[in-house]
Protein backbone atom coordinates (compact mmCIF):
# COMPACT_ATOMS: atom_id res chain seq x y z
CA UNK A 1 0.00 0.00 0.00
CA UNK A 2 1.36 3.21 -0.87
CA UNK A 3 1.70 6.50 1.57
CA UNK A 4 -1.56 7.87 0.10
CA UNK A 5 -3.86 4.57 0.12
CA UNK A 6 -2.75 4.20 4.36
CA UNK A 7 -3.79 7.81 4.92
CA UNK A 8 -6.60 7.58 2.83
CA UNK A 9 -7.63 4.34 4.69
CA UNK A 10 -6.67 4.70 8.35
CA UNK A 11 -7.87 8.49 8.65
CA UNK A 12 -11.46 7.65 8.54
CA UNK A 13 -11.10 4.66 10.66
CA UNK A 14 -9.59 6.82 13.41
CA UNK A 15 -12.02 9.81 13.45
CA UNK A 16 -14.89 7.48 13.73
CA UNK A 17 -13.32 5.40 16.80
CA UNK A 18 -12.09 8.26 18.28
CA UNK A 19 -15.06 10.54 17.35
CA UNK A 20 -13.30 13.43 16.58
CA UNK A 21 -13.63 15.46 13.04
CA UNK A 22 -11.45 13.72 9.92
CA UNK A 23 -10.23 17.64 9.68
CA UNK A 24 -8.48 17.11 12.59
CA UNK A 25 -6.21 14.37 11.34
CA UNK A 26 -2.99 16.51 9.57
CA UNK A 27 0.30 14.73 9.07
CA UNK A 28 1.55 17.32 11.88
CA UNK A 29 -0.84 17.09 14.30
CA UNK A 30 -0.08 15.21 17.53
CA UNK A 31 -2.00 12.12 18.05
CA UNK A 32 -2.23 12.05 21.53
CA UNK A 33 -3.49 14.96 21.65
CA UNK A 34 -5.75 14.94 18.48
CA UNK A 35 -7.37 11.89 19.63
CA UNK A 36 -7.54 12.52 23.31
CA UNK A 37 -5.74 9.72 24.00
CA UNK A 38 -5.30 8.78 27.74
CA UNK A 39 -3.78 5.34 29.24
CA UNK A 40 -6.86 3.39 28.53
CA UNK A 41 -7.48 4.48 25.08
CA UNK A 42 -4.20 4.05 23.37
CA UNK A 43 -4.38 0.27 23.37
CA UNK A 44 -7.33 1.28 20.73
CA UNK A 45 -5.22 3.15 18.23
CA UNK A 46 -2.75 -0.08 18.13
CA UNK A 47 -5.99 -1.98 17.52
CA UNK A 48 -7.32 -0.45 14.56
CA UNK A 49 -3.68 -0.10 13.09
CA UNK A 50 -3.41 -3.99 13.93
CA UNK A 51 -6.53 -5.10 12.91
CA UNK A 52 -6.76 -2.59 9.35
CA UNK A 53 -2.65 -2.94 8.08
CA UNK A 54 -1.80 -6.27 9.99
CA UNK A 55 0.63 -3.91 11.59
CA UNK A 56 1.44 -4.91 15.42
CA UNK A 57 2.99 -1.77 17.33
CA UNK A 58 4.81 -3.14 20.14
CA UNK A 59 4.59 -0.39 23.53
CA UNK A 60 8.60 0.05 23.04
CA UNK A 61 8.09 1.71 19.38
CA UNK A 62 4.78 4.13 20.75
CA UNK A 63 7.31 6.72 21.79
CA UNK A 64 8.82 7.35 18.14
CA UNK A 65 5.28 7.67 17.01
CA UNK A 66 3.73 11.23 17.78
CA UNK A 67 2.32 12.64 15.55
CA UNK A 68 0.50 10.98 12.11
CA UNK A 69 3.53 11.47 9.82
CA UNK A 70 4.77 8.90 12.09
CA UNK A 71 2.00 6.58 11.84
CA UNK A 72 1.96 6.72 8.27
CA UNK A 73 5.38 5.93 8.11
CA UNK A 74 5.10 3.63 10.68
CA UNK A 75 2.64 1.63 8.91
CA UNK A 76 4.15 1.66 5.78
CA UNK A 77 7.79 0.52 6.74
CA UNK A 78 5.93 -2.38 8.70
CA UNK A 79 3.42 -3.94 6.38
CA UNK A 80 3.54 -7.25 5.28
CA UNK B 1 -33.04 -3.37 44.26
CA UNK B 2 -29.91 -5.99 43.92
CA UNK B 3 -27.56 -3.10 45.99
CA UNK B 4 -29.46 -0.36 47.91
CA UNK B 5 -28.97 -0.30 51.00
CA UNK B 6 -26.31 -3.06 50.82
CA UNK B 7 -23.50 -1.90 48.76
CA UNK B 8 -24.54 1.68 48.94
CA UNK B 9 -27.26 4.03 50.83
CA UNK B 10 -28.46 7.43 49.21
CA UNK B 11 -27.88 10.20 51.51
CA UNK B 12 -29.24 12.98 49.71
CA UNK B 13 -31.20 13.28 46.11
CA UNK B 14 -31.06 16.33 44.57
CA UNK B 15 -33.25 16.46 41.26
CA UNK B 16 -32.52 19.26 39.42
CA UNK B 17 -34.89 18.94 36.15
CA UNK B 18 -37.73 15.36 35.80
CA UNK B 19 -34.74 13.71 33.47
CA UNK B 20 -31.47 15.28 35.90
CA UNK B 21 -31.02 14.33 39.25
CA UNK B 22 -27.50 13.59 41.57
CA UNK B 23 -27.50 11.43 44.17
CA UNK B 24 -25.27 11.26 47.16
CA UNK B 25 -24.14 7.72 47.67
CA UNK B 26 -22.74 6.57 51.10
CA UNK B 27 -20.51 3.18 50.00
CA UNK B 28 -20.92 0.45 52.81
CA UNK B 29 -17.83 -0.87 54.14
CA UNK B 30 -19.70 -3.71 55.44
CA UNK B 31 -20.93 -4.57 52.43
CA UNK B 32 -20.39 -8.22 52.02
CA UNK B 33 -18.48 -8.20 48.77
CA UNK B 34 -15.45 -7.01 50.07
CA UNK B 35 -15.10 -10.37 51.35
CA UNK B 36 -14.26 -11.74 48.20
CA UNK B 37 -13.26 -8.62 46.10
CA UNK B 38 -10.59 -8.74 47.54
CA UNK B 39 -9.35 -10.61 50.96
CA UNK B 40 -7.24 -8.18 52.85
CA UNK B 41 -8.12 -5.53 50.14
CA UNK B 42 -11.40 -4.03 49.41
CA UNK B 43 -11.91 -2.68 46.41
CA UNK B 44 -15.66 -1.54 44.99
CA UNK B 45 -16.18 -3.73 41.88
CA UNK B 46 -16.99 -1.80 38.78
CA UNK B 47 -19.71 -3.89 38.04
CA UNK B 48 -21.47 -2.71 41.03
CA UNK B 49 -20.74 0.86 40.50
CA UNK B 50 -22.94 -0.06 36.70
CA UNK B 51 -25.59 -1.60 39.26
CA UNK B 52 -25.65 1.23 41.50
CA UNK B 53 -26.03 3.74 38.75
CA UNK B 54 -28.44 1.87 37.03
CA UNK B 55 -30.60 1.53 40.74
CA UNK B 56 -30.23 5.43 40.70
CA UNK B 57 -32.08 5.68 37.20
CA UNK B 58 -34.22 3.91 38.53
CA UNK B 59 -34.70 6.11 41.48
CA UNK B 60 -35.18 8.99 39.47
CA UNK B 61 -37.46 7.26 36.47
CA UNK B 62 -39.56 5.72 38.91
CA UNK B 63 -40.05 2.19 37.08
CA UNK B 64 -37.52 -1.18 36.57
CA UNK B 65 -35.02 -0.84 33.97
CA UNK B 66 -33.03 -3.16 32.34
CA UNK B 67 -29.87 -2.41 31.14
CA UNK B 68 -30.00 -3.36 26.87
CA UNK B 69 -26.58 -1.77 25.69
CA UNK B 70 -23.90 -0.37 27.51
CA UNK B 71 -21.91 2.34 24.36
CA UNK B 72 -19.44 2.85 26.46
CA UNK B 73 -18.01 2.96 30.21
CA UNK B 74 -15.14 3.75 31.53
CA UNK B 75 -13.55 3.32 34.97
CA UNK B 76 -10.85 5.95 35.76
CA UNK B 77 -10.28 5.38 38.96
CA UNK B 78 -10.22 2.46 41.83
CA UNK B 79 -12.96 2.90 44.06
CA UNK B 80 -13.06 1.84 47.34
CA UNK B 81 -15.28 2.92 50.59
CA UNK B 82 -12.03 4.17 51.90
CA UNK B 83 -10.73 5.98 49.39
CA UNK B 84 -14.00 7.42 48.70
CA UNK B 85 -16.70 6.98 51.79
CA UNK B 86 -19.26 9.52 49.91
CA UNK B 87 -19.66 9.55 46.04
CA UNK B 88 -22.04 12.01 43.91
CA UNK B 89 -23.65 9.58 41.14
CA UNK B 90 -24.90 11.92 38.46
CA UNK B 91 -27.74 11.00 36.03
CA UNK B 92 -29.39 12.36 32.82
CA UNK B 93 -32.01 10.10 30.69
CA UNK B 94 -33.28 10.88 27.66
CA UNK B 95 -36.24 9.12 26.58
CA UNK B 96 -35.56 7.31 23.02
CA UNK B 97 -38.38 8.79 20.75
CA UNK B 98 -40.74 6.09 19.90
CA UNK B 99 -39.69 3.18 22.61
CA UNK B 100 -39.79 2.70 26.08
CA UNK B 101 -35.92 3.28 26.07
CA UNK B 102 -34.12 5.72 27.80
CA UNK B 103 -30.60 6.63 26.81
CA UNK B 104 -28.68 7.60 29.97
CA UNK B 105 -25.63 9.38 30.65
CA UNK B 106 -23.89 8.82 34.40
CA UNK B 107 -20.94 9.27 36.49
CA UNK B 108 -19.63 8.44 39.45
CA UNK B 109 -17.60 11.12 41.31
CA UNK B 110 -16.52 13.14 44.48
CA UNK B 111 -14.96 16.58 44.98
CA UNK B 112 -11.69 15.22 43.79
CA UNK B 113 -11.79 12.48 41.40
CA UNK B 114 -13.83 10.93 38.78
CA UNK B 115 -14.17 7.14 39.23
CA UNK B 116 -16.63 6.31 36.44
CA UNK B 117 -18.58 7.96 33.07
CA UNK B 118 -21.30 5.85 31.80
CA UNK B 119 -23.32 5.78 28.77
CA UNK B 120 -25.93 3.11 28.13
CA UNK B 121 -29.49 2.42 26.56
CA UNK B 122 -31.98 1.33 29.48
CA UNK B 123 -35.31 -0.36 28.81
CA UNK B 124 -38.61 -0.40 30.75
CA UNK B 125 -38.96 -3.72 32.51
CA UNK B 126 -42.26 -4.94 31.51
CA UNK C 1 -12.00 -29.01 31.12
CA UNK C 2 -8.79 -27.27 32.19
CA UNK C 3 -9.91 -26.01 35.78
CA UNK C 4 -13.03 -25.82 37.67
CA UNK C 5 -14.32 -24.61 41.06
CA UNK C 6 -11.75 -24.01 43.70
CA UNK C 7 -8.98 -24.82 41.27
CA UNK C 8 -9.80 -21.38 39.49
CA UNK C 9 -8.91 -19.74 42.88
CA UNK C 10 -4.87 -20.57 41.62
CA UNK C 11 -6.14 -18.04 38.90
CA UNK C 12 -7.76 -15.31 39.85
CA UNK C 13 -7.84 -13.49 43.06
CA UNK C 14 -12.16 -12.98 43.65
CA UNK C 15 -13.13 -15.30 46.39
CA UNK C 16 -17.37 -15.48 47.96
CA UNK C 17 -19.68 -14.26 47.42
CA UNK C 18 -18.48 -12.78 44.06
CA UNK C 19 -17.07 -15.62 42.61
CA UNK C 20 -18.82 -15.16 38.92
CA UNK C 21 -16.36 -17.79 36.59
CA UNK C 22 -16.31 -21.97 37.92
CA UNK C 23 -14.26 -23.38 34.57
CA UNK C 24 -12.00 -23.19 32.09
CA UNK C 25 -13.22 -25.71 29.48
CA UNK C 26 -10.23 -24.68 27.25
CA UNK C 27 -7.79 -22.46 26.14
CA UNK C 28 -5.50 -22.10 22.68
CA UNK C 29 -3.42 -19.07 22.02
CA UNK C 30 -5.60 -15.88 22.79
CA UNK C 31 -8.42 -17.71 22.71
CA UNK C 32 -10.80 -19.40 25.88
CA UNK C 33 -13.67 -20.70 26.86
CA UNK C 34 -15.20 -20.39 30.12
CA UNK C 35 -18.26 -21.05 32.13
CA UNK C 36 -20.75 -20.65 34.69
CA UNK C 37 -23.60 -22.77 36.37
CA UNK C 38 -26.34 -19.87 38.15
CA UNK C 39 -26.32 -21.11 41.29
CA UNK C 40 -29.80 -19.61 43.44
CA UNK C 41 -27.03 -17.55 45.84
CA UNK C 42 -25.45 -16.42 42.71
CA UNK C 43 -24.39 -12.81 43.81
CA UNK C 44 -26.79 -10.88 41.03
CA UNK C 45 -29.79 -12.89 41.00
CA UNK C 46 -32.94 -10.47 41.20
CA UNK C 47 -35.90 -10.90 42.97
CA UNK C 48 -37.42 -12.42 39.68
CA UNK C 49 -35.17 -14.87 39.29
CA UNK C 50 -32.80 -13.85 36.69
CA UNK C 51 -29.52 -12.71 36.85
CA UNK C 52 -28.95 -8.48 36.68
CA UNK C 53 -26.73 -7.57 33.68
CA UNK C 54 -23.59 -6.51 35.46
CA UNK C 55 -23.22 -9.95 36.62
CA UNK C 56 -22.80 -10.75 33.06
CA UNK C 57 -19.79 -8.12 33.10
CA UNK C 58 -18.53 -9.71 36.25
CA UNK C 59 -18.96 -13.16 34.46
CA UNK C 60 -17.01 -11.92 31.01
CA UNK C 61 -14.28 -9.73 33.31
CA UNK C 62 -13.52 -12.68 35.71
CA UNK C 63 -13.19 -15.49 32.93
CA UNK C 64 -10.11 -12.98 30.96
CA UNK C 65 -8.62 -12.93 34.32
CA UNK C 66 -8.69 -16.51 34.96
CA UNK C 67 -7.29 -16.77 31.66
CA UNK C 68 -4.89 -14.16 32.03
CA UNK C 69 -3.95 -16.18 35.17
CA UNK C 70 -3.45 -19.56 33.43
CA UNK C 71 -1.27 -17.74 30.94
CA UNK C 72 1.05 -16.39 33.78
CA UNK C 73 0.89 -19.93 35.20
CA UNK C 74 1.67 -21.54 32.49
CA UNK C 75 4.81 -19.06 31.62
CA UNK C 76 6.18 -18.99 35.42
CA UNK C 77 4.80 -15.67 35.95
CA UNK C 78 3.18 -13.97 39.31
CA UNK C 79 -0.56 -13.42 39.21
CA UNK C 80 -1.94 -10.70 37.78
CA UNK C 81 -4.40 -8.45 39.39
CA UNK C 82 -6.78 -7.27 36.65
CA UNK C 83 -9.51 -4.21 37.00
CA UNK C 84 -12.16 -3.58 34.12
CA UNK C 85 -10.40 -0.61 32.97
CA UNK C 86 -13.60 -0.39 30.28
CA UNK C 87 -16.33 -1.67 28.90
CA UNK C 88 -17.76 -1.17 25.15
CA UNK C 89 -20.77 -1.93 23.02
CA UNK C 90 -21.99 -4.34 25.92
CA UNK C 91 -25.12 -5.94 25.07
CA UNK C 92 -27.27 -7.87 26.58
CA UNK C 93 -29.90 -9.87 25.18
CA UNK C 94 -31.07 -12.05 27.61
CA UNK C 95 -30.91 -12.28 31.55
CA UNK C 96 -30.24 -15.84 32.49
CA UNK C 97 -32.06 -17.56 35.21
CA UNK C 98 -31.51 -19.93 37.96
CA UNK C 99 -29.80 -23.56 37.22
CA UNK C 100 -28.39 -22.05 33.59
CA UNK C 101 -25.33 -23.28 31.95
CA UNK C 102 -23.72 -19.78 30.51
CA UNK C 103 -20.35 -20.67 28.06
CA UNK C 104 -18.61 -17.76 27.39
CA UNK C 105 -15.74 -17.40 24.28
CA UNK C 106 -13.31 -15.21 25.38
CA UNK C 107 -10.64 -13.24 22.55
CA UNK C 108 -8.01 -11.48 23.96
CA UNK C 109 -6.65 -8.63 21.44
CA UNK C 110 -4.04 -5.53 21.57
CA UNK C 111 -2.06 -5.03 24.49
CA UNK C 112 -0.41 -1.75 25.40
CA UNK C 113 1.31 -1.11 29.26
CA UNK C 114 -0.65 -3.16 30.93
CA UNK C 115 -4.19 -2.10 29.35
CA UNK C 116 -5.21 -5.34 27.36
CA UNK C 117 -8.23 -5.50 24.85
CA UNK C 118 -10.47 -8.58 25.08
CA UNK C 119 -13.86 -9.32 23.73
CA UNK C 120 -16.63 -12.21 25.14
CA UNK C 121 -19.28 -13.78 23.98
CA UNK C 122 -21.91 -15.38 26.82
CA UNK C 123 -24.00 -18.21 25.34
CA UNK C 124 -26.69 -20.11 27.20
CA UNK C 125 -26.72 -23.21 24.67
CA UNK C 126 -27.53 -21.89 21.14
CA UNK C 127 -28.77 -18.66 22.47
CA UNK C 128 -26.71 -15.58 22.98
CA UNK C 129 -26.82 -13.78 26.36
CA UNK C 130 -24.82 -11.00 25.98
CA UNK C 131 -21.69 -9.56 24.15
CA UNK C 132 -19.08 -6.90 24.77
CA UNK C 133 -15.47 -5.61 24.30
CA UNK C 134 -13.31 -4.90 27.48
CA UNK C 135 -10.49 -3.34 28.77
CA UNK C 136 -8.46 -4.89 31.67
CA UNK C 137 -5.75 -2.90 33.55
CA UNK C 138 -3.44 -4.99 35.19
CA UNK C 139 -1.57 -3.40 38.29
Known amino acids: MTKEEIIEKVNPLLAEEFEVDESDITPDAVIKEALELDSLSLVDLVAVIEHTFKVKIPAADLPTVKTFADLYNYIESHQA | MLLKDKFFTVLHEERITANDAVFLCELKADCDVYRGHFPDKPVSPGVCNIEMIRECAEMLIGQDLLIDTIKQCRLTAVASPSICPKVDVKVTVARVEGTENYNIVASIADALTSYMEMKATLKVKE | ?139
Open chain 3, 1 to 139: MLYQNEELFRLMPQRAPIVMVDKILDAEGDTAHTGLTVGPDNYFIEEDGRMAEPGLIEHIAQSASAFKGHKALQAGEPLPIGYIGEVKKFHCYVRPAIDQELTTTITLGAEVNGVTLMTGETRCGETLVADTQMKIFVE
